[in-house]
């Protein structure tokens, strides 16, 4: 299986953790993950408003590079997820902004939301499967308690990620259950961590933040999981007792890699 | 701008209709910077359809939204109270000079660890 992939600004700076062992588990499933030449930084955070337009366009070219290689385009960061589902929806569904970006770049053949975003969380549940995941797993977590932490980046809004159920997902403890390891459901786990907040008010952050360990921790977990390094930093930063990882950093430690 | 045409502005730019809102209150009920805020999500909307948009523009609240959409998927009535806070967040940072977050400050809000991500997202957020 050969996917297109797209690492964003973080995965190449302060999260090479999370896509050195996202392309080495990658790897050892089968899948080759192709990087998208030249890519650019999505910009962090989908804009909002109607007429934002030039502020969408490096996430448009991110996309028309996966529908030229003609393979879906898979991310690890949630942000960049969020930033490049939303605007391949766009693309194919708001008439007014496709139009406008299309005309930007000058586009021969306009671009209307082919390509197919998968998270690589999506990819593993729906390309090649949690039970083919589970046979795949030489030292299982067994004895773990993890909670999984989705946040609000992977879900909302719901009808466009179409990732899970955004109000009680299950993709990320049915992972969890694949590694082997015992998943905690907890309250918290889909609200906000503070997200950019961190910048200017820490107290603020820490205040949702710990919502969330706190929840996870009466949960009786051990440790916490995210696909999202604001996220993992928000959390972290929190200084609760319980390690806050990497959902691949799990993935690469089942399959026995090192 | 006057009070009118900042109301259009604000409608044009979030796609909102802020009259299909039965005030149940969901929004601001679920929102995580609740207790930050001056005004709430639901005041937000009821603001606008009202043509209050200064009171809005000058309050520090449209910096604490962190555009989570609980508000948006909880709402009953998919009135989007995100979109109109970002609308009214665009209003007033598009404005020369008006940018919330000025890169020289940056530096100093840093640590080694904090992500990328946070930065560009801030920036995206609170500057034009
Ligand atoms: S949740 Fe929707 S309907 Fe209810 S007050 Fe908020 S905007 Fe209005
Ligand atoms: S998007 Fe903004 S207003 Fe809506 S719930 Fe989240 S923080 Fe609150």
């Known amino acids: ?258 | 701008m006057e009070q009118k045409n900042l109301k259009e502005t604000v409608l044009r730019i979030s796609g909102v209709n802020p009259r299909k809102c039965m005030k149940c209150g969901k929004c601001s009920g679920t929102c995580p910077s609740y207790d930050e805020m001056e005004f709430h999500p639901h005041q937000f909307v009821y603001m606008v359809e009202n043509g209050e948009i200064e009171p809005l523009m000058a309050s520090k609240s449209i910096y604490r939204c962190l555009t989570c959409f609980a508000c948006v998927e909880r709402c009953p009535r998919q009135v989007e109270p995100a979109k109109l806070i970002e609308a009214v967040r665009l209003t007033v940072i598009r404005q020369q000079g008006q940018n919330h977050l000025k890169p020289d400050a940056i530096p100093a809000l840093l640590d080694e660890d904090m992500p990328q991500q946070a930065l560009v997202t801030a920036m995206r957020k609170y500057a034009k």
């Open chain 1, 1 to 258: 299986m050969v996917f297109s992939y797209y690492p964003g600004c973080t995965l190449r700076t302060k999260a090479k953790e999370l896509d050195r062992k996202a392309r080495l588990a990658a790897k050892e499933l089968g899948i080759e993950l192709c990087e998208v030449p030249e890519w650019q930084c999505c910009g962090g955070c989908y804009p909002v408003a109607k007429d934002e337009i030039a502020t969408k366009l490096s996430a448009v070219r991110t996309l028309m590079a996966a529908k030229e290689a003609d393979r879906p385009v898979v991310t690890v960061c949630s942000a960049c997820h969020n930033v490049l589902k939303r605007v391949n929806d766009d693309m194919k569904n708001d008439p007014v902004i496709s139009d406008r970006a299309n005309r930007y770049l000058q586009n021969e053949v306009p671009y209307q939301g082919e390509a197919e975003v998968l998270h690589f969380l999506e990819m593993l549940r729906d390309k090649v499967g949690f039970d083919r995941i589970a046979e795949k797993v030489t030292k299982p977590l067994t004895g773990r308690k993890i909670a999984a932490y989705y946040g609000c980046l992977l879900l909302r809004p719901g009808k466009v990620m179409a990732f899970d159920d955004p109000e009680n997902p299950t993709i990320i403890e049915d992972f969890i259950r694949a590694l082997g390891a015992e998943a905690v459901v907890y309250p918290y786990r889909n609200e906000c961590c503070g997200a950019y907040l961190a910048l200017e008010d820490r107290d603020s952050v820490k205040k949702k933040s710990s919502a969330v360990l706190n929840g996870a921790k009466a949960g009786g977990a051990d440790s916490v999981i995210t696909a999202c390094p604001l996220c993992l930093y928000n959390l972290q930063k929190c200084g609760g007792e319980i390690p806050v990882l990497y959902f691949t950093e799990l993935l690469f430690e089942a399959l026995g890699l090192e």
